[in-house]
């Protein structure tokens, strides 16, 4: 079965950039939708960025809009997840998560994406 594992979070600036990876095991992930959610103190498990396996389609919080950028490097079977111009309010636990095509109804929803990794923790601040 499919294994996600998230790696490249930490202490960064206002300002700064980050480049947060999502390794696949099991299986590939063409078949999958993936994407990054990201849960703050005291705040539910939200999506951040997504994307369709079948149309590519993109969906980014309003919030990470401009700065944030999903892809993935199908060779290595990894999701990435290039967050530039970091905000205090950008600081949360990021999770990688990936589900069917059959399961994910609603893109970026947490309820479809059936298997998740670990997280990793960006914290920004000065």
């Known amino acids: 079965q499919l294994q996600l594992v998230e790696s490249g979070g930490g202490l960064v600036q206002p300002g700064g950039s980050l480049r947060l990876s999502c390794a696949a095991s099991?299986?590939?992930?063409?078949?999958?939708?993936v994407g990054w959610f990201r849960q703050a103190p005291g705040k539910s498990r939200a999506g951040v960025s997504c994307?369709?396996?079948?149309?590519?389609?993109?969906y980014y919080a309003d919030s990470v809009k401009g700065r944030f950028t999903i892809s993935r490097d199908t060779a290595k079977n990894t999701v990435y997840l290039q967050m530039n111009n970091l905000k205090p309010e950008d600081t949360a636990v990021y999770y990688c998560?990936?589900?069917?095509?059959?399961?994910?109804?609603?893109?970026?929803?947490?309820?479809?994406?059936?298997?998740w990794g670990q997280g990793t923790q960006v914290t920004v601040s000065s």
């Open positions: 994307i369709r396996s079948t149309t590519f389609s993109t």
């Open positions: 998560a990936a589900g069917t095509r059959t399961a994910v109804v609603g893109l970026c929803r947490t309820r479809g994406y059936e298997y």
């Open positions: 099991g299986t590939t992930l063409n078949a999958y939708e």
